[in-house]
T-cell receptor, first 118, second 108 residues
Framework: DTEVTQTPKHLVMGMTNKKSLKCEQH?????MYWYKQKAKKPPELMFV???????INESVPSRFSPECPNSSLLNLHLHALQPEDSALYLC?????????????????FGPGTRLTVL | AQRVTQPEKLLSVFKGAPVELKCNYS??????LFWYVQYSRQRLQLLLR??SRESIKGFTADLNKGETSFHLKKPFAQEEDSAMYYC??????????FGSGTRLSIRP
C-alpha cells in the first residue's frame, strides 16, 4: 500500500463541536505531517511527528490537538474552531524527517479533508 | 529568510508550445528543491526534485545557484499538463516551504 488515506473527505461542524480528522499510512514511514491549505493558497505546515513524538508545532492554536497513537496513524482533534479555520487539511508522510538527501524525505500526501466550520 | 517565490499566478500556453514555470528561492545553505503538482481533484504529488536530475512527464528543472532559481520547463506542452504547480524548498528537518503556486492552463 503506497497511499496516505484520510477520513472523512468532508466535514461540517459547528463552533462548539468536537471532531477528529484521521490519517493512515502503511508504508512504514516514521514521519507524519499535518498541513492546512486555504483556497488558492499553498499548504502551510502545522505539525510534524517523528517516531510518534511531536517534533514540530508551528505555533498552531490549541483548538487543534494532534495525536499519533502509533506509527501508522495520525489524528487531528478539533474543538471550538472558528469559521476562519475552514480549509483543506492535508496529511503527509515521509520515510524519515531527518534524512537530508535521497528519497527518504519525499513527502506523500493524502487527498485531504475539506473542513467547513459554521 | 527562507522563501520560495513563484511570480506567476497563472500561465496559459497553447498545446505544443514550450512551458517555463519560474521559481526563485532564498536560503542560506545548500537548498533541496522540489516541484509538486496538483491535478484537478487529485492529491498533491511530487513531480521532481533537483537532486535526482530526472525528467518526469517531459518536465525538467535545473538548480541555478547563481541566480537562486529552479525553473520548471517542458519543450512541448500537453493538455494533461494543466494543473497547479508548486515549487518547494526543504528547509531543514523536512520542513517544506511552498511557493504560492502557478496554475498552468494548456489551451488546445
Amino acid at each position: 500500500d503506497t497511499e496516505v488515506t484520510q477520513t472523512p473527505k468532508h466535514l461540517v461542524m459547528g463552533m462548539t463541536n468536537k471532531k477528529s480528522l484521521k490519517c493512515e499510512q502503511h508504508m512504514g514511514h516514521r514521519a507524519m505531517y499535518w498541513y492546512k491549505q486555504k483556497a488558492k493558497k499553498p499548504p502551510e505546515l502545522m505539525f510534524v511527528y517523528s517516531y510518534e513524538k511531536l517534533s514540530i508545532n508551528e505555533s498552531v492554536p490549541s483548538r487543534f490537538s494532534p495525536e499519533c497513537p502509533n506509527s501508522s496513524l495520525l489524528n487531528l482533534h478539533l474543538h471550538a474552531l472558528q469559521p476562519e479555520d475552514s480549509a483543506l487539511y492535508l496529511c503527509a508522510s515521509s520515510q524519515d524527517m531527518w534524512t537530508t538527501s535521497g528519497s527518504g524525505n519525499e513527502q506523500f500526501f493524502g487527498p485531504g479533508t475539506r473542513l467547513t466550520v459554521l | 529568510a527562507q522563501r520560495v517565490t513563484q511570480p506567476e499566478k497563472l500561465l496559459s500556453v497553447f498545446k505544443g508550445a514550450p512551458v517555463e514555470l519560474k521559481c526563485n528561492y532564498s536560503y542560506s545553505g545548500s537548498p533541496e528543491l522540489f516541484w509538486y503538482v496538483q491535478y484537478s481533484r487529485q492529491r498533491l504529488q511530487l513531480l521532481l526534485r533537483h537532486i535526482s536530475r530526472e525528467s518526469i512527464k517531459g518536465f525538467t528543472a535545473d538548480l541555478n545557484k547563481g541566480e537562486t532559481s529552479f525553473h520548471l520547463k517542458k519543450p512541448f506542452a500537453q493538455e494533461e499538463d494543466s494543473a497547479m504547480y508548486y515549487c518547494a524548498l526543504n528547509s531543514s528537518a523536512s520542513k517544506i516551504i511552498f511557493g504560492s503556486g502557478t496554475r498552468l492552463s494548456i489551451r488546445p
